[in-house]
């Protein structure tokens, strides 16, 4: 044993004290269950051992072995026993390996640099395989203990953060990892949502049931899903769902969350990869934003849907404009749902009539109607430009909330 594994060997039980003292300091989870003397002794105990075993494993050139990565489970089956989160637990790993490596730099000065170098290729390599056997080890407790919704939040923002311990509570909830995903964001108007944290569990926990993807209350009006994309057919961030039977299933998907939600709701989407969701959602959030609110969703808008009313809720100058059009429409009979009818119909006067049951020369009317209010004919290329994107505007409840605001 060399005389930086001596020095450490030495300084375990003062180590261990600090960083005892560390976890008590910055984890409540800890200054908590550590109010306990028994639970102190056994945390003060356990972090003594670990570095005595680190610099014997070194000091011996080998690896841990199958009983002491099951010690190291057995404490972080009692962290989750004792009711400490996966964030908690996740903490304490990397306030671990940044009070072993401030240990082992404070020993280091004048060392061996070939003893010190040995030391952190297997402090790298040990730790890896400890800090597993613990995550693991205490995800399958709560396994045992947590409800599936807070377990299925969890892994939603273990993915949407690129979190390592990913993987193993996808396992225990036996979802399947992609390499790309959809994010869409299920919006519903503010002080809508009035439900309590039970029923919003409920609502993750059967969705998931059905439909094994990942959801998260992001805000208390938004719900966020990662559904499962195909990498090789995306176009951009942000593009629609490639394909028809894609674009059936997040339908049933979204129709799902709503009709449970009974209200209003706005669809936003976006797709990028696994690496980069946090960003994704940022996109898809932005989309839903501006997302007309239907009660039966019709549309999964994307970044390509509502590019031009996604650039006008960012320039006032503009969003004025169109505001006083649609106050101009709102005098109208039914101009605004009319204009929806006869955009999502392609223009075509006969599918447009037929979806209002009106006549076609009352749709006829209303269309005339619509040019001597706003000066823009529904048909013209600068009509559709601005009349499309000024009903979405009305649709997603965009100015509406904004009233209600002042």
Known sequence: MGDLLRLLMKRSDANARAEVSVYMRELPDYREAASDPRVYAETLDYAV???RRTVECVSEDRALVAGELSLIGGIGRQRARQGFSLNTAQRVLTLHANQMLR???????GQDAQELLHLMASFGTQGTRGTAA??????????LRLSVATRVRALAQL?????????????SLGVDLHDHYLVVIVRMPGQALCRTGAAQ??????????????????RPDELLALVPHDGSVLVS??????????????????????????????VGTAAGPACDLAR????????????????TPRTLSGVADVFAELAAAQLPEVDRRLREIARRLATGPDLVTTLDAYYRADMNRLLTAAALTIHPRTL?????RVRALSGLDPSSVRGVRVLSTTITRVLSGAWTQESRGS
């Open 49 to 51: 051992w670990f570095r």
């Open 103 to 109: 240990e082992i730099y404070d020993a280091a000065d």
């Open 134 to 143: 613990y995550l693991q080890a205490h995800m399958d407790e709560q396994h």
């Open 159 to 171: 993915l949407l953060t690129g979190d390592a311990a990913a993987p193993g509570l996808a396992v």
């Open 201 to 218: 569990d409920e609502l993750i926990a059967s969705v998931f049931k059905e439909h094994l993807v990942p959801l998260s209350w992001q």
């Open 237 to 266: 961030p942000g593009s629609s769902p490639p394909t028809a039977s894609c674009g059936d299933r997040l339908l049933r998907l979204v129709r799902e969350i709503v009709e449970r939600m009974d209200r209003p709701c706005a």
């Open 280 to 295: 994704t959602a940022e996109l898809a959030r932005r989309v839903a934003h501006v997302a007309p609110l239907e009660t």
């Open 364 to 368: 006829d009317y209303r269309l005339q």
